[in-house]
């Protein structure tokens, strides 16, 4: 199984680029883990909320396979806890699935197409993150997720 961290717009903060390059390399020890940043959408300013998440919808749906497991990061979607998100992981390892792509949206979330195209939904939290800070807590857990699978010392119940 490979794993796609798939992101829309890049961050303006090095030191949040950093920590997902960090954590990234760490779970490339466990699996082929890529990121993918799509471009920012031009002239965003001058569009509503809903066309934007439209622009962003088209971008993320032409990158994505007809097989793969899509797994929209959103407020909407099941919360787990760490042990919990690690036994979503090896299901999914178990099941044959050869690509799982996690999606982080926009600003202003999903098109009803992505939602449509999702396999599943994972909420990292009740509480509201942006879309760029967002991208270091999921590699983190991700990466706990496989200290987990493998019993390493890194996450302590």
């Known amino acids: 199984m490979s794993i796609d961290f798939l992101v829309v717009g890049k961050t303006d ?8 390059r960090l954590y990234a390399g760490r779970i490339s020890r466990y699996l082929r883990f890529t990121v993918t940043e799509l471009p920012d959408i031009r002239n965003a300013k001058n569009m509503s ?13 032409r990158t994505l396979s007809s097989d793969d497991y899509v797994v929209l990061l959103d407020d909407k979607g099941t919360e787990h806890t760490s042990l919990g998100f ?3 992981i090896q299901k999914r390892m178990n099941s044959g699935v050869k690509r799982v792509v996690f999606v982080v949206g926009g600003p202003y979330g999903f098109s009803k197409e992505v939602y449509a195209r999702a ?3 994972i909420s990292l ?6 879309h760029q800070i967002i991208r270091p807590i999921f590699a983190e857990q991700l990466y706990r997720a496989f200290t987990i699978l493998r019993g390493e010392p890194y996450h302590h119940e």
């Open 125 to 130: 939290s009740r509480m509201t993150f942006s």
């Open 86 to 88: 690690a036994e979503w």
């Open 119 to 121: 396999s599943d939904k």
């Open 13 to 20: 903060s090095a030191q949040v680029a950093d920590l997902t």
């Open 49 to 61: 909320n809903e066309s934007q998440k439209r622009a962003e919808g088209e971008m993320i749906l």
